[in-house]
């Protein structure tokens, strides 16, 4: 096996069944590494060799408990300058501007600047046609709205809630003391 990484902890590699073509050719291989901010994640590949059946899947080893992060952003500097480190499992929303990126199944990490997820989200919503009625209204809102945000035209409230504390807004530096951390309590429904 060969070097993967100095930053690597732990390193396996398996062969087992195929879920696909049902033939012992499937390679597992893991890595535990250690990433800035997010903490311990276990990185996971499948390949067969014999179907061509590939997977991947990041597992986050680390929790720092639940947490809910606000952040007030009011121009562009705040736009450009800001960046967002999300975690799968965080919920990332604007009650302000009303969209909202939930967590679920195939839910992704993302690391941008903000103005990078303003683009995203107008995307989304521009991606959204066909719409009628009060809904279309709505969309064109949202997208008109959101791009006065991305100007630094129209302020707005940005909310990261995440189960496992692995996410961050990370302001310009100065502005700090806008973002505000609570620490949540632990439930039985995660």
Same mark, same amino acid.
Not at 62 to 78: A, F, H, I, N, W
Not at 96 to 115: K, R, V
């Given at each position: 096996?060969?070097?993967?990484?100095?930053? #690597?902890?732990?390193? &396996?590699?398996?062969?087992?069944?195929?879920?696909?073509?049902?033939? +012992?050719?499937?390679? =597992?291989?893991?890595? $535990? &590494?250690?990433? /800035?901010? *997010?903490?311990? $994640?276990?990185?996971?590949?499948?390949?067969?060799?014999?179907?061509? *059946?590939?997977?991947?899947?990041?597992? &986050?080893?680390?929790?720092?408990?639940?947490?809910?992060?606000? &952040?007030?952003?009011?121009?562009?500097?705040?736009?450009?300058?800001?960046? =967002?480190?999300?975690? #799968?499992?965080?919920?990332?929303?604007? /009650?302000?501007?009303? *969209?909202?990126?939930?967590?679920?199944?195939?839910?992704?990490?993302? @690391?941008?600047?903000?103005?990078?997820?303003?683009?995203?989200?107008?995307?989304?919503?521009?991606?959204?046609?066909?719409?009628?009625?009060? #809904?279309?209204? +709505?969309?064109? +809102?949202? =997208?008109?709205?959101?791009?006065? #945000?991305?100007?630094?035209?129209?302020? *707005?409230?940005?909310? @990261?809630?995440? %189960?496992?504390?692995?996410?961050? @807004?990370? %302001? %310009? /530096?100065?502005r700090e003391d806008r973002l505000k951390e609570e620490r949540l309590e632990v439930t039985q429904d995660g």
């Open positions: 096996m060969e070097d993967i990484s100095s930053y #690597a902890e732990e390193l &396996y590699e398996v062969t087992d069944e195929c879920p696909v073509c049902r033939n +012992r050719t499937l390679s =597992i291989r893991g890595v $535990v &590494y250690n990433v /800035p901010y *997010f903490g311990r $994640v276990l990185l996971e590949t499948m390949n067969c060799s014999t179907c061509g *059946f590939r997977y991947m899947n990041i597992t &986050y080893l680390d929790s720092k408990g639940p947490v809910r992060l606000t &952040y007030r952003v009011t121009d562009r500097v705040d736009v450009e300058r800001t960046w =967002i480190i999300r975690s #799968a499992e965080a919920r990332l929303y604007s /009650p302000d501007l009303g *969209f909202t990126l939930a967590p679920g199944s195939a839910g992704e990490a993302l @690391i941008t600047p903000l103005e990078g997820l303003m683009y995203r989200v107008i995307y989304y919503a521009e991606a959204m046609r066909g719409l009628e009625g009060e #809904a279309e209204e +709505r969309r064109l +809102r949202f =997208i008109r709205e959101a791009t006065e #945000a991305l100007n630094g035209l129209r302020g *707005f409230t940005l909310v @990261i809630e995440d %189960p496992t504390g692995n996410s961050i @807004i990370r %302001p %310009p /530096p100065g």
